[in-house]
T-cell receptor, first 114, second 112 residues
Framework: KAGVTQTPRYLIKTRGQQVTLSCSPISGHRSVSWYQQTPGQGLQFLFEYFSETQRNKGNFPGRFSGRQFSNSRSEMNVSTLELGDSALYLC?????????????FGPGTRLLVL | QKEVEQNSGPLSVPEGAIASLNCTYSDRGSQSFFWYRQYSGKSPELIMFIYSNGDKEDGRFTAQLNKASQYVSLLIRDSQPSDSATYLCAVNKNNQGGKLIFGQGTELSVKP
């Protein structure tokens, strides 16, 4: 079974721009979670989508948004980029509908904001 | 107090030894516990998950959970240089869907 895929793998943007990242979950997985990883803050939860609905949300500003399509693929968007948005953005998919899901991570998108 | 705490390390052990990685969590309602391994420049890779008190073994890895003490650990037996990585402890609170809270990670170095 193919793993979680993310595109693009690397991205360079300038402050004020916006960016869209894409994630395709493992086949059959309906939950997609997004995380931001930085050296200072570690891995922080952004949001989770399940069956095209946002099910959980972390403590990030409204500039960070996401959506999920009927095929479970997900996108996240960051508007008005700031230098501090430079990070590794990871998505993870899981299969269970209830709690205690085991999440599998994609390779990540490394974003650099100049 | 952080929700999930780990010693940042680095933890250095000789090849063949047992590496012990520890994690504490603050929310007693936490239900599911995960250990991920992350090599430098790579994404986290799932090693083990544990839901019930006690030990769970998988090959050279043993996860231990003590909900009364709010403590979860990972033992790596016969440590190999290839085990050198950062180990991340993650907790799912009250079965909050796909929301995992991560510790800062413990850097493990296995010396040949």
């Amino acid at each position: 079974k193919a793993g979680v895929t993310q595109t693009p793998r690397y991205l360079i943007k300038t402050r004020g721009q916006q960016v869209t990242l894409s994630c395709s979950p493992i086949s059959g997985h309906r939950s997609v979670s997004w995380y931001q990883q930085t050296p200072g803050q570690g891995l922080q939860f952004l949001f989770e989508y399940f069956s095209e609905t946002q099910r959980n949300k972390g403590n990030f500003p409204g500039r960070f948004s996401g959506r999920q399509f009927s095929n479970s693929r997900s996108e996240m968007n960051v508007s008005t980029l700031e230098l501090g948005d430079s990070a590794l953005y990871l998505c993870a998919s899981s299969s269970l509908a209830g709690g205690g899901e085991t999440q599998y991570f994609g390779p990540g998108t490394r974003l650099l904001v100049l | 107090q952080k929700e999930v705490e780990q010693n940042s390390g680095p933890l250095s052990v000789p090849e063949g030894a047992i590496a012990s990685l520890n994690c504490t969590y603050s929310d007693r309602g936490s239900q599911s516990f995960f250990w991920y391994r992350q090599y430098s420049g790579k994404s986290p890779e799932l090693i083990m998950f544990i839901y019930s008190n006690g030990d769970k073994e998988d090959g050279r890895f043993t996860a231990q959970l003590n909900k009364a003490s709010q403590y979860v650990s990972l033992l790596i037996r016969d440590s190999q240089p290839s085990d050198s990585a950062t180990y991340l402890c993650a907790v799912n609170k009250n079965n909050q869907g796909g929301k995992l809270i991560f510790g800062q990670g413990t850097e493990l170095s296995v010396k040949p």
